[in-house]
């Protein structure tokens, strides 16, 4: 997934072909894209979701003066065992019971809208007082003709005598979660922290609750218990506490069994269970008195937060992308956790990690996706640029890995090879007058040529003709370049073999010319220059250099010495452990005031045969060869793959005299 800009070889003029100006518009792309997301109902449960999960990640416990809840539950159920809902008597008896314990302040989670026994009624009435909070009710009815707000209140006579109305009304958010402080002045909360005499602070609109932990959190007793605390609780354990009544089951029901007055909070999502209702009041009063409500990060810091985050990623990945990407992109999301996190604790603010997390790695990995794409573009133009000159594997090779690939040029060994098929300019000339045969000729003689060189791993540098030009050990590292140069060359010369057996059965089927092929070879061993090479445009990879010009002249004077082969000494050196060499002349190279050396293969000769060809050269370098010496025919006899080279030392020793 690396792409660094600087190695691209992307034609100009691309869209967004500069990276900074991708990353802005990227940067730009993303800002867009989440303001329409963030509109979406799925994105605003995802950050509900976010804000379950921080914050109630070690979450305070309950103050120290958190109110006591009185639980309407199973154990008082059976205590009193009396039909639901009990006699109103017995919930006065309570509030007796409860002020003579020493309580500040008493909330009945208990609507008592509607009239009940007269005895009952008076009982609740007497018990009423300004410590007395009774809940009410507030509901939205939607019908087709009209929205109405119904408002439950309790009894006239209660409030008459003392009583105060708390509205115990919540709102759940679009996953039927509890999260939200309600905006009543007159809330079943505030009411009570009136009652007990608290400063209660109004929170902004839309501020979230922070829970103290899973359902039973706050200090409860069984509603029997409280009805006579000398005998059931401590001393004093009502004094000067705000107490609150309701139903609290024992057992915190599941979230898909529901339950009477049981919601799910922020903290649901650890343990999957229902809260009480009476407990979440107590948890608005606490965050109302103490503060401890979060409230929602304004849209400007919101917008903040995803441009710094998107900001971020562009700087990350301002250069280049790779795995690293994945890992940073990963801390970054960390990060807007934690800060998000602190934001909660600390701050009393929420800012969601979703749109700064979601900002960073769509810019991230979207400048990685652009990288891929660009580098998969150049894969594609050095395969194109680079199958018609080597073999698939090492395309395969080079596309995997395109640092072995340097543009531009570098100095790099070489074997370099040019072959060149012997009278082809007299075939050609009589084949003038068709074409069609001739270009025929030359694709049957260059395609398996071709593939020769490739198969032995070498690189097709060009075609001039009938001439093939190659070198090994570039692109790629080849250690065994001259090894598998020379290999090749001889492989080509089995090809033309083949090739001249078909031409010959085809002439004297059809009763066409038979045209024989023979082809010469020079191969030499050196440093050159290697590297795609022309215009910006249109370009080659090829190799130049010294070396390449002795290859070149090695070739064209293979003939002179009557073999298909010429090797330069270093190659000649390289394939000694494996090919019979044989040393045939030294000669002036262009630049070079030494002769080098020049050597061909042997494939059938002795070492008495190499011996005696040892000594004719020293007689031949030493001037001693006449025309008519015994040695050129006799040494034709020891090595008659040699005799050619023999029959023009002999007609070079009849010139020179």
Request: overall charge negative.
């Amino acid at each position: 997934m690396r792409s660094n800009p600087r190695q691209s070889i992307r034609a100009p003029g691309w869209p967004f072909s500069s990276r900074p100006v991708r990353l802005a518009v990227l940067v730009l792309a993303t800002l867009v894209a989440i303001s329409f997301l963030s509109r979406l109902p799925a994105w605003s449960l995802l950050e509900l979701r976010s804000f379950d999960y921080l914050s109630t990640v070690d979450d305070p416990l309950p103050p120290e003066d958190a109110p006591v809840i009185v639980a309407i539950d199973e154990p008082a159920l059976a205590q009193i065992n009396a039909q639901w809902p009990w006699p109103r008597r017995l919930h006065a008896d309570l509030i007796k019971a409860l002020r003579a314990a020493g309580a500040k302040a008493i909330g009945l989670d208990i609507i008592m809208a509607e009239p009940s026994s007269p005895e009952n009624d008076a009982a609740i009435t007497a018990a009423s007082a300004p410590d007395l909070v009774l809940a009410g009710d507030e509901t939205l009815i939607q019908a087709p003709q009209a929205d109405q707000l119904i408002r439950t209140t309790p009894m006239p006579q209660f409030t008459a005598a003392g009583a105060r109305t708390g509205i115990a009304s919540i709102e759940l958010s679009g996953d039927g979660t509890f999260r939200t402080i309600p905006a009543y002045r007159d809330g079943f909360a505030v009411m009570l922290a009136a009652a007990a005499g608290k400063a209660a602070a109004m929170p902004p609109a839309g501020a979230m609750i922070q829970s103290f932990g899973p359902a039973r959190s706050y200090p409860t007793v069984s509603y029997y218990q409280a009805l006579d605390p000398p005998t059931f609780l401590p001393p004093d354990f009502f004094r000067n506490r705000v107490v609150l009544v309701g139903l609290s089951l024992q057992n915190a029901p599941e979230i898909d069994k529901g339950g009477a007055d049981t919601f799910a909070t922020p903290y649901t999502v650890h343990t999957g269970k229902l809260v009480a209702g009476v407990e979440i009041q107590a948890t608005i009063y606490d965050n109302i008195v103490h503060r401890f409500y979060i409230a929602k990060g304004a849209l400007p810091l919101v917008a903040l937060a995803i441009l710094v985050a998107a900001i971020l990623a562009a700087a990350t990945v301002w250069r280049s992308t790779s795995w690293l990407t994945l890992a940073a992109a990963i801390a970054a999301i960390g990060v807007f956790a934690v800060s998000s996190f602190a934001g909660i604790r600390f701050g009393h603010v929420f800012v969601s990690p979703l749109g700064p997390s979601i900002a960073y790695i769509a810019v991230a990995f979207g400048q990685a996706a652009f990288d891929f794409a660009e580098e998969r573009r150049n894969k594609q133009q050095i395969t194109r640029a680079f199958s018609q000159y080597i073999s698939p594997e090492l395309v395969k090779r080079l596309t995997e890995d395109p640092s072995q690939l340097k543009l531009g040029g570098e100095r790099r060994t070489l074997s370099v090879l040019f072959s060149d098929v012997r009278g082809f300019t007299t075939i050609a000339e009589t084949m003038k007058d068709d074409p069609e045969q001739l270009t025929t000729l030359i694709n049957r003689l260059l395609t398996p040529l071709s593939e020769v060189v490739m198969n032995h791993g070498g690189t097709i540098d060009k075609y001039m003709g009938d001439c093939i030009m190659a070198f090994w050990n570039a692109p790629l590292d080849d250690p065994d370049h001259a090894m598998h140069a020379v290999t090749a060359s001889l492989a080509m010369q089995e090809e033309i073999t083949k090739l001249n057996r078909e031409l010959e059965a085809e002439a004297k089927a059809f009763g066409t010319p038979l045209y024989v092929l023979k082809m010469g070879v020079g191969i030499n061993t050196g440093e050159c220059v290697v590297g795609n090479m022309g215009s910006t445009r249109r370009f080659d990879y090829s190799c130049l250099g010294d070396s390449v010009n002795l290859a070149s002249r090695l070739e064209g004077a293979s003939k002179n010495y009557g073999v298909a082969l010429l090797l330069g000494e270093t190659t000649a050196f390289l394939v000694s452990g494996r090919y019979t060499i044989a040393e045939l002349d030294r000669v002036i190279v262009k630049g070079k005031t030494v002769p080098a050396p020049v050597f061909t293969i042997l494939h059938r000769a002795n070492d008495d045969a190499l011996a005696a060809h040892a000594l004719f050269l020293q007689a031949k370098y030493a001037g001693e060869l006449v025309e008519d010496d015994p040695r050129f025919d006799v040494m034709a006899a020891m090595i008659p793959e040699l005799s050619g080279y023999y029959a023009v030392m002999r007609h070079d020793a009849a010139q020179d005299r």
